[in-house]
């Protein structure tokens, strides 16, 4: 079988990889995605064509991933509200002129998939993916099988409403988890004192009492919507990435904690909470595993 090439379209820059059939990582690459609004084909869409022509593997399968709500038969992006300009409807079979259909899924799904085939996952028939970024993303496996939901967007845990709150997310739910864990909500959570997560955490371990308690606070916010999460889907593991996991021991210890006082573990069972092992690839592993099922 030749190639398995995936393509992970980020806001900031497109990554690609390509694989062996038995999920070899062989090479990879890296370009600005430029997102800005256009007529025609995409910015981002043409950087993709010249990176593909660059690699000039014509028989090899060709996954893409992207933010957004794929649409049903797969070949685009439905749905993406205010950024990634001409993404929707954009059917990537056509636009890479491919005699095999190439696969186009959510990049948190396709993250998710990445984990399954050679990652924090395998092995697994029940998981749950979060990315903990600029917002809060998500994914769900459900006895091997990945839920895309009626229209495309299970799997969207960061919009789960865990607090009696106004503040909304960008999907108008009150109360989100991805209000209370994101990086773009840090600085209206702080009154300005801080602008990234980061900040927050470096602030937090040194001893500020305000920053610890409004990190611990929002680790709290992550572990009720983890035990919701479990009592509903029951999975073997749950994954945490994204840029926010990068705080190791700070996130990963409290979260812990708060799991052990609220996590329901029936006959001692206890669900693994364990960091993503694939860091910025798995959307492009998890696109290049999909183009492989096509």
Known sequence: MKELIGVDIGGTHIKMAAFSSDG???????????????????????????????????????????????AKDGRAIAFQAGKMHGIEGLDWTELLKRQHVVPVLNDAHAALLGELWRGAAVGARDAILLTLGTGVGGAILSDGRLLTGATGRAGHLGHVSIADSDDRSIFNTPGSLEWTMGNYSVGQRSGGRFSTARELVEAHLSGDTAASELWLNSVRSLARAITSFINILDPEVVIIGGGIAKAGAALFDPLARYLDDMEWRPGGHGVRIVPAALGEWAGASGAAWSAQQS
Request: without cysteine; negative net charge; proline residues 9%.
């Open 24 to 70: 070899e990582m062989l090479a990879t690459w890296h370009r600005e995605t430029g997102d800005k609004p256009t007529e025609g084909v995409p910015a981002f869409a043409e950087t993709v064509r010249q990176m593909l022509r660059e690699v000039a593997a014509p028989d090899g399968r060709i996954g893409i991933a992207a933010p957004g709500v794929a």
